[in-house]
């Protein structure tokens, strides 16, 4: 019996039990009380810190609340509805039209009809695979002849000899040899800054620049004539970008003006950078500098990025670039990027300002941060172009600028532009010369038509996607036509020994540059060869573009 009364279940409390619950209950109210009582005397002792705290407490409770009961209600399409949306829907094409497919295959069938292989380095004579003789350069930007020098060459050589080719890695990962803190050290120095950066690749430099430091909501005014690098890095950026005519101050300081107008505050909420090249490389002409500083200190918050690489190493006394050349402090630039790909002989390109512009790019600068960093053996090669300049600049700037301005009066003396309906696009001691089809040219007249057709359609707010896209693409067939025509001129004159450039375009520019013979200069170039440069061109632009043809 007792073993099975020990076995059954207890279904009465025992007095143990009630003990227990009712010393745990008693243990729960002296908490309580004590938490009451630490409440009290905190909202005593610090009653507005307390508040503080029982709002926050509060406002978490009201918002975990109102969070569940404003869910947001799925409102389910009806199968009509979904027809309808399913109906509407165009995809967007996986490959170009064939429209846009043949232009393409055009393009790239005209460039590769004009392609020519170099059998030697593109000094300012090389040798072409299937030409006879030397040809005479004028297509590449080498603007000191750095190119094929041997004494830079042996350096070169030593170089690749003790680190090898490549880095093989960012800048950030084991890719920074001790020739890239040497160049830096050496490029600050030379443009009087606190600080430099080094990238890899000239296009990516102000590519990656500007959208370092612009973001969304920011505002970039940038000259509608910059080239393609600088346009592609406002892209990038994804700020609010507006464009003012070339080298026009007065649209400049309106779009200035627009901006400043809607200022709510006494200082801007967002950055604005006016983004320009020091010498354009589509037009051949140089930045008005001080006007531009002029209004950056009249309009407050604005900041100046300049894209100087084709000024560095050509203009100004010591070939500071076009800040020297206008006598400017280069610190009222807050952004300045060279291109070492144009005076100096090698590759990368460079930043140059504070020392906070230049480390917030180690970290934020897309080309510098996940690029393989520069070649060691090129560091050298700029090294010792950049002590050149710097050591004796008056042997590299001074032929150079004499054979701009020969260039210059050899082509005004012997090509007739205005019989033959020409124009010379060139400033003065800038090394890039343009030679374009003048608006009243006979070629011209289906291009301009073209043009201004698919102007006034662009403006028309309800404008037909089917008949801007046919204006477009008569605009782009015009446009082809001239470029054929530079196109072959180049081949010709390539025949004659003489090598100048068609820049090609894409036509993702916002401002797509008009076809054209572009010409660039070297310190090298003797007389000899600027008269046969010119001799060559007169003779077939006269055969070639006469409007009598």
Partial sequence: MSSSSSSTPTLVETPEASLTAAETIARYVNIFNKVTEIIITEFQTHPYRSLIDLSVVLLIIWYMMSKRRSAPTTHKLTKKQEDEIIEEWEPAPLVPSSDDASNIDATINAIKEHEYVLTSAADVEFTVEGKEGKIINFGTNNFLGFIGDRDIIEKCKDTVREYGVGSCGPRGFYGTIDVHLEFEKICSRFMKTEACILYSFGFCTISSVLPAFS????????????????????????????????????????????????????????????????????????????????????????????????????????????????????????????????????????????????????????????????????????????????????????????????????????????????????????????????????????????????????????????????????????????????????????????????????????????????????????KDHIEKCSNVLATIFAETLSPSN
């Fill in 215 to 526: 973001k969304r909501g920011d505002v970039i005014v940038c000259d509608d004539a910059c080239n393609y690098a600088i346009k592609t890095g406002c892209h990038l950026s994804r700020s609010e970008v507006i464009y003012f005519k070339h080298n026009d101050m007065e649209d400049l300081e309106n779009v200035l003006k627009k901006i400043c107008a809607n200022d709510k505050g006494a200082t801007p909420n967002n950055r604005r950078f006016i983004v320009v090249e020091g010498v354009y490389e589509n037009c051949g002409d140089i930045a008005p500098l001080k006007e531009i500083i002029e209004l950056k200190k009249k309009y407050l918050g604005f900041r100046i990025a300049l894209d100087d690489s084709f000024g560095v190493g050509v203009l100004g006394k010591t070939g500071r670039g076009t800040i020297e050349h206008f006598g400017l402090d280069i610190n009222d630039f807050e952004i300045v990027c060279v291109n070492m790909e144009n005076s100096f002989g090698s590759v990368g390109g460079v930043c140059v300002g504070s020392h906070i512009i230049v480390d917030h790019q180690r970290l934020s600068g897309a080309g510098y941060c996940f690029s393989a960093s520069l070649p060691p053996y090129l560091s050298v090669a700029a090294i010792e172009a950049l002590n050149r300049v710097d050591s004796d600049p008056e042997t590299h700037l001074v032929p150079l600028q004499k054979n701009i301005s020969l260039l210059h009066q050899t082509l005004v003396k012997k090509i007739n532009f205005k019989n033959l309906k020409l124009v010379l696009q060139h400033q003065e001691q800038c090394p890039v010369f343009h030679i374009r089809l003048a608006d009243d040219h006979p070629l011209k007249e289906g291009f301009n038509n073209a043009k201004k057709q698919w102007v006034e359609i662009s403006k028309i707010k309800t404008k037909n996607k089917k008949q801007l896209n046919t204006a477009s693409m008569n605009f782009y067939n015009e446009r082809s036509k001239i470029q054929q025509v530079f196109k072959d001129i180049v081949s010709k004159a390539m025949d004659q020994g003489v090598a100048v450039v068609c820049p090609n375009y894409t036509h993702r520019e916002i401002t797509l540059p008009e076809p054209g013979i572009r010409i660039s200069v070297s310190s090298k170039h003797t």
